[in-house]
């Protein structure tokens, strides 16, 4: 479990210090499920500060939206560290305008599989490495924390910050590459119809809320391609061919910079499943060109670095 | 009218209907509930203190729909509008009361709404009050409540075996041929369970003089503030049963003019031909939407624009709670002074 | 299908080093495949395939140069990474594999691309129309709910 105290004295020293403008991290919520991501400017302010399993958004959304020229300390778990590394290879900040505070993350837990399971009324939620117990007006439920966790983070392979500048809390252990390279392969394996079924399903929910977009660290477009007219690349609205070709190509473009922290899917309205499709195009980036996003500041994404080493790799000449 | 339907018979009376009009009813769908229309295999209501995840204004203002259908050769043809006779059934009063609402933005003395106009004329709208309070909801603190009438043309109120029927209107009665009127002890039962129900709704943040506090604030730090972590999606107003801004587009490669859900929290909202955006950051945005339900509503009807349904409390990804947002508001002064 | 195949052929415009092969795509291709030109495979966005597929393309062709042939140099090779997996990725969620189509001419290459195109052709009426992914469609009346 976070060491709250030692983060927030970290967090106070960097703004007294003046290493940073501003310390984004998470503060309680009006309601106990939902912490909000908080921007903190001052030691007094910083008392607020939290850090537990309910925190369901990705911090490194925030360096995007952030003036350009603050210098910003960054409270940041696994996934949220790849993606800072991912937005400076991309250009989006400057590691020298970062102050990184690590903290190994335990996972992040699905709220709503709780109000599920507990009911809508919940007064508190108390949290242990194996336990989450809910406070409800009919009682108190305590569940398995494992099976409570959002799917991204039941198999995350990199829980535990990679280049920050002091991780605060005891390293957690990472969970293996084979089950996450073995779900992309089962659902390679089911015929074509079921796989198409599956996403036909998950697709007519949509409902364009771009929700999903907004919480993704790596969509920052000051123009996102759906807002274009000319050319019109898929149509806006909720209609069978505007939702696909929404997943298809948000999907595709996150191709070798997702970071598979699954704040995608935790902000939709509609229950959308769409780690199914980063973690494809995750997987190809892996096998194809051995790359994992966000592993450090410099190395570019696949699709940026085209080399001649690729001729014998695709279809040969002269007819296919 | 006052009559007793036992939940037993809610089925077939529901297939009855069928045969007329098309049923919509909350229904599950993955872990939540929405209306959807009714086949024979599931003629059963849902058991759920709460209300659907997308608002039933769906039904009536459809996330998409063409309105013109255009050639290249410069022809053109209205949309078939043809709505066949349709009941909600299970609308809870805080939606309902949203669509009367709405009506007033596209019925208008001057300008109507074709669309908008035929599918309330097609749709009788039933009620469910709902007699446990939902989560996040407060409806009594914007001055409806669980058991609001507005816009219904019947309200079911559950009392355990049975549901107390109150017909509210010509096309209501229609439905309820053959049931029994309610016995003495049946309404009391209901009284008490609707002013239970209206009681148990907590009050959220006080809406006396919300309006001034908000019009004379514009300026103030307050709106930076509160917007600082909303990511400018459009949860809140795609799920807000009272909102209703939509994006008219030309979707030349199908040959039709389209009309789309929108939200004044897309930065592409408001941004004009020219370039320039009246409201270029999420603190303009965030100030656009409070002020538009908690005080330019009130300018342009008399009415909140809100019926507290709670969802964008529920949804928000990032935890911004509304409620929260008015009490800060009702906690700045009356009168800034603008150092200009 | 009684209908001929309708192919949706992205060409970048260096590949037909013959003028006859140019003359003949340029005036003699047939009615149901349909040409985009671009300077360079590397200019095609993926986002032009998912657009010919939401339009009705029953096959998708793609004609482009060889490694180390390409005008641009590298154009090619960006197209074929980015190209290559989309529709790795297009056939993930249950868009057939074989509707897209590469074809990498070299310099000497002449009278190929109407070979080629004749033969996938063939090979999409054995297929057959795919409901897979949706097309656009024009919405008749005034819409459903949602």
Not at chain 1, 7 to 19: D, P, Q, S
Not at chain 1, 23 to 29: A, H
Not at chain 1, 195 to 213: D, G, L, M, P, V
Not at chain 3, 127 to 138: K, V
Request: hydrophobic share 35%; net charge negative.
């Amino acid at each position: 479990m976070p060491d709250i105290n030692a983060l927030r004295l970290e967090a106070k020293r960097v703004l007294r210090e003046g290493i940073v403008d501003v310390v984004v991290g998470f503060k309680p919520g009006d309601s106990p499920l939902h912490p909000q991501p908080a921007f903190f400017r001052n030691e007094d302010e910083v008392e607020e500060l939290i850090h537990n399993g309910l925190c369901k958004n990705n911090l490194a959304n925030y360096l995007t939206r952030l003036p350009k020229q603050e210098k910003v300390g960054m409270l940041v778990r696994g996934c949220e560290n790849r993606s800072v590394n991912s937005l400076i290879v991309e250009s989006q900040k400057e590691r020298d305008d970062l102050y990184l505070i690590g903290v190994p993350c335990e996972g992040i837990i699905d709220w709503r599989q709780i109000v599920e399971q507990a009911g809508e009324h919940i007064s508190l939620v108390e949290e242990s490495e194996t336990l989450v117990t809910v406070h409800t007006p009919a009682g108190v439920n305590s569940f398995n924390r494992f099976e409570l966790l959002h799917e991204s983070c039941q198999r995350c392979l990199y829980r535990n910050p990679i280049s920050a500048d002091i991780v605060i809390g005891d390293p957690v252990a990472n969970g293996s590459l084979d089950p996450v390279a073995q779900k992309v392969k089962d659902f390679e394996n089911q015929d074509i119809e079921a796989r198409y079924a599956f996403f036909q399903k998950e697709a007519e929910r949509c409902i364009r809320c771009y929700a999903c977009r907004e919480a993704c660290p790596s969509c920052y477009c000051a123009e996102c391609f759906v807002d274009h007219n000319a050319p019109r690349w898929t149509e806006s609205g909720a209609t069978p061919a505007g939702m696909q070709g929404w997943h298809i190509v948000r999907a595709f473009h996150q191709s070798g910079r997702c970071t598979s922290c699954g704040a995608c899917e935790r902000a939709c309205p509609m229950d959308i499943k769409m780690t199914y499709l980063t973690e494809k195009l995750n997987h190809d980036m892996r096998e194809k060109y051995n790359f994992e996003c966000g592993m450090d500041a410099e190395t570019k994404p696949p699709f940026q670095t085209v080399t001649l080493d690729d001729k014998n790799r695709f279809f040969l000449g002269g007819g296919n | 009218m006052k009559l007793i339907l036992p939940k037993n018979d809610l089925p077939d009376q529901l297939r009855s209907w069928r045969k007329e009009f098309t049923v919509y009813l909350p229904q599950k769908l993955e872990r939540f509930s929405h209306f959807m229309p009714l086949d024979d295999a599931n003629a059963r209501i849902l058991e759920q203190p709460h209300n659907t995840r997308i608002p039933p204004k769906a039904l009536f203002l459809p996330m998409t729909e063409a309105l013109v259908k255009f050639t290249r050769f410069g022809t053109y043809e209205d949309a078939n509008m043809e709505i066949s006779p349709r009941i909600v059934f299970g609308m809870r009063p805080c939606d309902a009361q949203a669509v009367q609402l709405l009506d007033t933005v596209f019925e208008q003395e001057q300008y109507t709404d074709p669309f908008w106009v035929k599918r309330q004329e097609k749709t009788i709208k039933i009620g469910l009050g709902c007699h446990v309070p939902c989560a996040n909801g407060f409806c009594t603190t914007v001055g409806y409540g669980p058991f609001n009438k507005d816009g219904l043309d019947v309200l079911l109120t559950d009392l355990g075996d049975s549901f107390l029927v109150e017909v509210l209107s010509e096309s209501g009665k229609t439905l309820f041929e053959n049931l029994h009127e309610a016995s003495e002890e049946l309404l009391n039962q209901a009284k008490e369970i609707q002013n239970k129900a209206h009681d148990a709704m907590p009050i959220a943040f006080e809406t006396e003089n919300l309006k001034e506090k908000i019009d004379q604030n514009f300026k103030s730090d307050y709106w930076d503030e509160v917007s600082r972590s909303c990511l400018g999606c459009g949860v809140c107003t795609f799920l807000c049963p009272t909102c209703f801004c939509f994006d008219i587009v030309d979707e030349v490669q199908r040959q039709e003019r389209v009309r789309n859900w929108d939200t004044c929290m897309f930065r592409i909202y408001s941004l004009e031909a020219s370039g320039h955006n009246p409201r270029p950051s999420r603190v303009e945005r965030t100030r656009q939407r409070l002020s538009h339900k908690y005080a330019y509503w009130l300018d342009q009807i008399g009415l909140i624009g809100c019926t507290g349904c709670g969802r964008c409390v529920s949804y928000c990804p990032v935890g911004l709670d509304i409620r929260a947002m008015l009490r800060q508001a009702q906690s700045l002064p009356f009168e800034v002074s603008h150092a200009e | 299908m009684t209908a001929k195949a309708k192919i949706a052929l992205f060409q970048c415009r260096w590949c037909l080093f013959s003028p006859a092969d140019q003359e003949w795509v340029d005036t003699q291709l047939p009615e149901n495949i349909h040409l985009t030109k671009s300077p360079c495979t590397g200019r095609i966005n993926p986002l032009y395939l998912l657009n010919a597929i939401q339009g009705g393309a029953d096959g998708i062709m793609i004609s482009g140069c060889l490694p180390e042939q390409c005008h641009f140099k590298t154009g090619n090779l960006a197209a074929r990474r980015q190209l290559e997996e989309f529709n790795d990725f297009l056939h993930y969620i249950g868009y057939e594999k074989e509707r897209v189509r590469f074809l990498w001419l070299d310099l000497q290459d002449r009278g190929i691309i109407q070979k080629e195109l004749a033969a996938f052709e063939k090979e999409l009426e054995a297929m057959g129309a795919t409901h897979h992914l949706a097309t656009r469609i024009m919405r008749a009346e005034g819409g459903e709910n949602a």
